[in-house]
């Protein structure tokens, strides 16, 4: 599959949270003309985890009928009850995605061996490979490098999104399963996690500046002098959006790049009135430093 910057896709709100599909193909018009090569959805920027399994599968629908092919799609199949995720496995292959990514289930704890059984159904049930998605501080499993190893050597899985932002873990995992696909999921570990033997980025600051993001990625690449002055323009974006609820702070500075994609669903809350008038003018001071950048 072809690597590169994936955007972590946002999921379309209404003012009232309700989806707003039609959005999206503005939307991935916006991140395609910039560059992104392909998109992961319904991750934690999608905001899988308050929305309904039946939601799940309309945005995943919406998102295949816009790209129609284009890019490839890689959709976010984790959910805290096997049989969910086994019914959105099957309705990711009906629906035509090019791939899954598999969150381990959280709340309880969970083993090496249970996490490795599920992997094969889901496999099987996918019908091809997987992506595992590690992101520990949600999940609270940190998926060992050996069981990725071991998944990739059974041939159940393809890859690895690691969003730990622990690039001695990505780099242990390159060793131990050299032909796996590796993405770095944090924005603040991009440069890093290339370092480490990833192969791609998955990025949720793509979402907003997919330009900023690809330049980075193709400046890794051609080992350019301006690496440095491009990592820094990321990682000052990163800090200023920390500032912020994240993701709707996201959602704001995209607005203001002209794409309205409506505010995060409840229980997230968007950018307080008071805060609105500060973050216009430093996404203004941003977008002014950014200048020769951003398309």
Known sequence: MTLGVYAAALTPFTPDGDLALE???GYLGFLLERGISGLLVLGTNGEF??????ERRSVLEGYLDANAGRVPVIVNVGATAVPDVLALTRHARLAGADAIALLPPYYYPLSDAGFESLVDTVADAFGSSVYLYNIPR????AIPATVVARCVGRGTVRGLKDSSQDTEYLAAVHALAPSAELFVGSDTTLVEGLEAGANGAVSGLANTYPDLVVAVYRAFGRRSPDLSHLRERLLKVRRMFAGYPYLAATREALRL??????????????VPPTDGPRL???????HSELEGILV
Do not use: F, N, Q
């Open 23 to 25: 959005v999206v193909p």
């Open 49 to 54: 985890a308050s929305l309904t399994s039946e």
């Open 138 to 141: 949600y999940t609270g499993y």
């Open 257 to 270: 790049r002209g794409i309205d994609i409506g505010p995060p669903r409840p229980p997230l809350i968007h």
């Open 280 to 286: 216009a003018e430093s996404l203004s001071d941003l």
